[in-house]
């Protein structure tokens, strides 16, 4: 037996390299790279059955497996604890958990399945959402395929770098966070000024400085809005 065999033959069978999907944790040392000859596993999650397809098809014909499909957070969650898959590719907005909570959950559940979010949206405050919720890559949806592969390819071979947007993120103020929870309540400026011992007009200025932080337009985008990044349970 030369040194090399020694060396792998005293290791622990879980921490053999050779043994690990990429993209999977390994102890203190971090993700084992993507090796070329190893299938690159994908499940895609998206509420647009049109737009799942066309990514299925772009993506395995860039040499990728897509292992299973998902319309919304609560199943992509789901397929990935069964399927372990390299990585989890997430719209955004979906219906039920969105993409940003399935980033948080599948980092708390399943360390080695890698969450990238592929969207329209490049708002600063929900692609610092994406980063706290430990999302490895943040991609365009009108990237063409070619590049999205090269991208992706770029994030499995090296998920440890922070390939995220760098944003500045307007923080709320403590009482705009008193503000934005009744205002998730559906209550008026009225009772939420009686909530909190203000006068309406105080409630109206709030309520104008957190829409455009959120960039929102109205009050059911601003909830929206702040659901996304984490700002309301």
């Known amino acids: 037996m030369n040194r090399s065999q020694a060396s792998l033959a005293s290791r622990p069978a879980g921490l053999d390299p050779r043994r690990r999907r990429p993209g999977e944790l390994v102890g203190e040392q971090g993700f084992v790279p993507a090796a070329a000859s190893v299938p690159l596993t994908l499940v895609i999650a998206d509420d647009h059955p049109l737009f799942r397809m066309g990514l299925k098809y772009a993506l395995s014909h860039q040499g990728f497996e897509v292992v299973a499909e998902a319309a919304d957070g609560a199943e992509a969650l789901e397929v990935c604890r069964h399927l372990r898959p390299t990585a989890a590719l997430l719209d955004v907005k979906m219906p039920g958990l969105t993409g940003i909570e399935v980033c948080r959950q599948l980092r708390s559940e399943c360390p080695e399945v890698l969450s990238i979010l592929i969207t329209t949206f490049a708002e600063p ?3 610092q959402a994406a980063r706290e919720a430990g999302a490895r890559g943040y991609l365009s949806k009108e990237t063409d395929p070619p590049a999205l592969a090269t991208q992706l390819r770029a994030i499995i071979a090296d998920p440890t770098q922070d390939r995220l947007p760098r944003v500045e993120v307007p923080r709320l103020t403590p009482r705009e966070s008193e503000v934005l929870p009744l205002l ?8 939420i000024a009686r909530e909190l011992g203000v006068s309406p007009d105080t409630v109206k200025d709030h309520l104008a400085r957190m829409y ?3 960039d929102a337009c109205d009050r059911t985008e601003a909830v929206s809005r702040a659901r996304t990044i984490g700002l309301l349970d």
Request: aromatic share 0%; net charge positive; hydrophobic share 45%.
């Open 184 to 191: 998730a309540q559906g209550l008026s400026n009225k009772e």
């Open 212 to 214: 455009g932080k959120l």
């Open 125 to 127: 405050a929900i692609i």
